[in-house]
């Protein structure tokens, strides 16, 4: 039978409520990502669906220590302001690289302003990988990036300093952020595996928050037999984990 008009609405606004008063209590993300990332914003969307994901970008095109340091004291600052008006429940850095430069406590020190401007927990990318490596406790890890060789080494020795021997760090050379973008699961594959040959690495650390890692995660793991750890995959994590403690 058709209801009556105000039933109709009383029911259409309760509805409306419900949903509002649902999307209000779910866990709130704040995403920090360089203005050319095109890979981390839709990997948090797709594996976070029950999360409210935000995003502020900072200006970066080119993948090099002079353009991260600029985008670090100039644009995140505001940006940090920017993201804690969306009120957070933790604030993700998304920069592997720019996080690395200056060593773990280099990294620290950006968490922590992150959270002094937005008064939310802080998730800085190299943080979250290392802590997804203390679970898996490799006792030589191999790292892959599609940096140049200056900001590979940096993130090399953030890994080193957290306690770990790596074997073996390659990057592909890129130095454009929009090309990082662009490179496909299946090259991501077929690069980490041939530079995996003759390596004595049980596990692997595939850096970016802008590189298709997280699709190429399940075949390299079963093609190489070893745990393989990504930027986007471990940040995901523990905003999963803070999420279900909220």
Known sequence: MPCADGACIIGLRSTQLEEHRLLSASFRVGLIVPSSNTVMEPDFHEHLAGSTVSTTRILLEQVTRDAEIRMLEEDLPRAAQLIGTTAPDTVVFGCTSAGSLEGLAHDEGIGRMLEQRT????????????????????????????????????????????????????????????????????????????????????????????????????????????????????????????????
């Open 119 to 246: 008064g939310a927990q802080a998730v800085t990318v190299i943080r979250a990988v290392l802590t997804q490596l203390q679970r898996n406790r490799p006792r030589k890890i191999a790292v892959f990036t599609p940096y140049q060789d200056d900001l590979t080494s940096s993130v090399k020795r953030c890994i080193e300093e957290g306690g770990y021997a790596v074997v073996k760090a390659k990057g592909m050379g890129i130095r454009e952020n929009l090309e990082i973008g662009r490179v496909i699961p299946a090259e991501i594959i077929g690069f980490v595996e041939s530079q995996m040959e003759g390596t004595s690495a049980d596990c692997a650390f595939l850096s970016c928050t802008n590189w298709r890692a997280l699709e190429a995660i399940e075949t390299l793991r079963k093609n190489l037999g070893i745990p393989i750890v990504s930027s986007n995959q471990a940040a995901i994590d523990t905003v999963r984990q803070m999420s279900a403690r909220n």
